[in-house]
């Protein structure tokens, strides 16, 4: 981390000269814009913008979803050679992804480390006219999570499916207990559940939840399945990243269940083995300029050296 915390004072001009050509030792980066989300364009070479450095007066204002922070935090006080609890004061990683997006629109943020965009977060930014250019810089999972006393340990792709569309409503039904499945959703705004509608594609069959069973945190989604009563019978859904490297104590009261017979881990996330991936970008407002302190930044993180401390904090980098 010291090498981090020296190495853009000075050194901007190069790093950004790497660029986000340099992403693609896994899979080949792709940068987005919201007029057409879906399509993937090859990231060109960014030019250099000459010697650039960053002060805490000028580092942008920089925010995002929650299982990003680490990132964020690491990010901020590599390029400002500061302390990690300095760093985390610069930044904002609080609130739902939707809220992140529509602050990047309003020009409340500057740069975001944010999961996939929502619906609504997309028609916001259509409504205002903004586009923004996004590149994947890691990779995470949609993870399912219950009570280690539930003896199930492995679900298939199309069982989720029917517990979430009501089909199966039984332990029993997938090879537990007797006991009713209690199925936890999280609430429409939160990169989780855009995760879980983009992956798990139920649109109207999508069940609706019992009140107390919408969920507005994943700490609280983690809580319910791992700690509350009747947690033995709950099912729940989360990212990889937050539940492990985040809130890894819990893991002492639930277990994350295998897929289609595929435990998620780092190794199988990058590989694909495991069916839930999905990418988490850096997102900027779109046609920044070259010398824009938040274009420079997006550049540098999409980078060889960026990519690096994506690795060091224990993501999967793309």
């Known amino acids: 981390m010291k090498a981090f915390k020296r190495m853009l004072a000075l050194t901007m001009a190069a790093a950004s000269l790497l660029a986000c050509a340099a992403c693609g030792a896994k899979t080949e980066p792709t940068r987005e814009t919201t007029a057409d989300a879906t399509t993937k364009v090859e990231v060109e070479t960014a030019q250099p913008t000459g010697n650039f450095t960053f002060t805490q007066e000028n580092y942008p204002k920089m925010g995002g979803s929650l299982a990003a922070k680490p990132l964020g935090q690491a990010v901020t006080s590599s390029v400002l050679g500061i ?27 500057d740069i975001l480390l944010a999961y996939e965009p929502s619906e609504q977060a997309l028609a916001y930014a259509k409504e205002k006219g ?74 109207d069959d999508l069940i609706e ?40 104590e819990k893991l002492n009261t639930a277990k994350i269940l295998a897929v289609d017979g595929v435990q998620p881990t780092n190794d199988t996330i990058a590989s694909g083995a495991y069916p839930f991936v999905n990418d988490f970008y850096v997102v900027i407002p779109k046609d920044l300029p070259e010398d824009a302190p938040a274009r420079i930044l997006y550049n540098w993180i999409c980078s060889a050296q ?13």
């Open 130 to 203: 903004f586009e923004w250019e996004m590149t994947a810089v890691g990779a995470d999972a949609l993870v399912f999570i219950c009570s280690k006393e539930n003896k199930v340990a492995s679900l298939t792709t199309q069982q989720i499916k029917d517990i979430y569309t009501g089909k199966i409503t039984k332990w029993s039904e997938v090879g537990g207990s007797d006991s009713a499945i209690i199925p936890y959703q999280r609430n429409k705004d939160s990169g989780s559940q855009t995760l879980f509608d983009k992956i798990i594609n139920l649109g």
């Open 83 to 109: 302390d990690r609890e300095t760093a985390d004061g610069m930044i904002s990683f609080t609130g739902s992804t939707t809220d992140n997006y529509n602050a990047l629109v309003d020009g409340k943020f």
């Open 209 to 248: 939840p019992a009140k107390d069973q919408q969920i507005g945190s994943m700490i609280g989604l983690l809580e319910a399945v791992a700690d509350y009563e009747n947690a033995a019978d709950a099912l729940g859904y989360t990212v990889y990243y937050y539940l492990t490297n985040m809130e890894g």
């Open 306 to 318: 960026g990519k690096q401390l994506v690795v060091q904090e224990g993501y999967v980098a793309r």
